[in-house]
């Protein structure tokens, strides 16, 4: 059974940076082809791809997030971490973790997301 | 940057009706090497996070019922949801996993008439 769940500090300040555990089951980050992608929504809006990470290491991100991500795994540990340097307000949004099967890029089982509040 | 665009945003729709979804790519998302489109459907119910229905334009994810049909190639993609279901009523979005960066449509809204 595959599981994934999210976690993250709930409320930061503008300027800090913001750092997200995904956490899972049911499968491994050493299996050729499997990966972690990670996705965020506003409140009332849509879905927004930010980056993935792959068995072998490769990582992939979002070039209109610029320099700010970074994603990492620890494979023995069932982990995916993404850190998001210099948040403002319109980082404000749920952030999802999900798996990626086969290399193909889609996202088959999703953790149940974290909420994420960026306040003065 | 490859851009989704989906039509309707939101549709009314009684039970029992077929509902057409529209995902629109703005660069062909169809394999030369294997001849598949790289298109992906995802159903969003309020309060949850996203469910895959659809991968690779056409193929059903284990487990989802078949009444919901996904088709198209190159650019043109559609999602139909067959004698639509109460528990059908949700938020669908179109993905394309043909390049990086992953990108998705806006989204449609199938709300009860």
């Known amino acids: 059974q595959v599981t994934l769940k999210e976690s993250g500090p709930g409320i930061l300040q503008p300027s800090q940076t913001l750092s997200l555990t995904c956490t899972f089951s049911?499968?491994?980050?050493?299996?050729?082809?499997?990966?972690v992608g990670w996705i965020r929504q506003p409140s009332g809006k849509g879905l927004e791809w930010l980056a993935n990470i792959w068995w072998d290491d490769d990582k992939y991100y979002n070039p209109s997030l610029k320099n700010r991500l970074t994603i990492s795994k620890d494979t023995s540990n069932n982990q995916a971490f993404l850190k998001i340097t210099n948040v403002d307000t319109a980082d404000t949004a749920t952030y999802y973790c999900?798996?990626?099967?086969?290399?193909?890029?889609?996202?088959?089982?999703w953790g149940q997301g974290v909420m994420v509040t960026v306040s003065s | 940057d490859i851009v989704m665009t989906q039509s309707p945003s939101s549709l009314a729709v009684s039970a029992g009706e077929t509902v057409t979804i529209n995902c629109k790519s703005s660069q062909s998302l169809l394999s030369s090497g294997n001849q598949k489109n790289y298109l992906a459907w995802y159903q969003q119910k309020p309060g949850q996070s996203p469910k895959l229905l659809i991968y690779?334009?056409?193929t059903r994810e284990s487990g989802v019922p078949d009444r919901f049909i996904g088709s198209g190639s190159g650019t043109d993609f559609t999602l139909t949801i067959s004698s639509v279901q109460a528990e059908d009523l949700a938020d669908y979005y179109c993905q394309q996993h043909y390049s990086y960066p992953d990108t998705f449509g806006a989204g449609t809204k199938l709300e009860l008439k």
């Open positions: 049911g499968f491994s980050l050493s299996t050729y082809g499997m990966g």
């Open positions: 690779l334009a056409s």
């Open positions: 999900a798996r990626i099967p086969r290399e193909l890029d889609y996202f088959d089982y």
